[in-house]
């Protein structure tokens, strides 16, 4: 069975800290992992990634993917109170006829100010 | 707003009542799918719709658990007999099938069975 594990939990920092949290996976059939933040409300895409070792950026956020070593790391510079949230990792099975993910339970991330 | 929508956004029902949601998803989206979050847990797959067609159904949903998408658009998410057990915020997510992996949520339908 397909398993996502994300770490920490729970994470508090202060406003301008870096943040990196981490996805770690066991799939059959790799082919993408998303990357999704969740307030209080449905998942928001962030990223696909698909490639090791290949960086993909939006703003202050980025990730990258280790396929090798079966992880990717959510990295957060300069964090701002916008950024609190639960950052959920998720995995596609593989399979011409997959496209339902199983999800983490995520990292809550808290920004103070 | 061309994106998800489900409705209703909440439901409070007691327990043995039937409840149905529904989700529209983009609408040149083929691929649609249900969740079920609880708190502090990340979305639990439940089922896949490719057009009209119900691809998939996790084995972890009982038979009170149905869902339709008939005409290959919009879906609802029928649950018989509800239980306790069942209190969860219901998402509904849509995809493109050429980029099945993106998945575009909805805003979801929080359930509370009394």
């Known amino acids: 069975e397909d398993k996502v594990v994300q770490s920490p939990l729970s994470l508090v920092v202060h406003e301008g800290d870096t943040v990196t949290l981490n996805c770690s996976y066991e799939?059959?059939?790799?082919?993408?992992l998303l990357w999704y933040k969740q307030e209080k409300k449905a998942p928001t895409f962030l990223f696909m990634l698909t490639s090791s070792g290949i960086e993909k950026k939006s703003g202050r956020l980025s990730s990258i993917l280790d396929k090798k070593e079966l992880f990717s790391i959510l990295n957060i510079t300069a964090t701002q109170t916008g950024d609190s949230a639960v950052y959920l990792c998720a995995v596609p099975p593989g399979g011409t006829n997959a496209g339902k993910s199983t999800f983490g339970d995520g990292t809550t991330l808290t920004v103070k100010p | 707003d061309t994106g998800v929508s489900q409705d209703p956004r909440h439901k409070i029902t007691k327990r043995g009542q039937n409840v149905t949601f529904r989700c529209d998803p983009i609408s040149e989206h083929n691929r649609l799918y249900w969740y079920r979050q609880t708190l502090g847990q990340g979305p639990e797959f439940l089922t896949y719709f490719q057009n009209e067609a119900q691809l998939e159904k996790s084995r972890l949903l009982s038979d009170r658990f149905s869902a339709e998408r008939p005409k290959g658009s919009f879906s609802t998410l029928e649950i018989q007999r509800t239980e306790q057990g069942d209190s969860a915020m219901y998402l509904c997510?849509?995809?493109?099938?050429?980029?099945?992996?993106?998945?575009?949520f909805g805003p979801g339908t929080r359930l509370t069975v009394l």
């Open positions: 799939v059959t059939n790799f082919r993408s």
């Open positions: 997510a849509s995809s493109y099938l050429g980029l099945a992996d993106e998945q575009f």
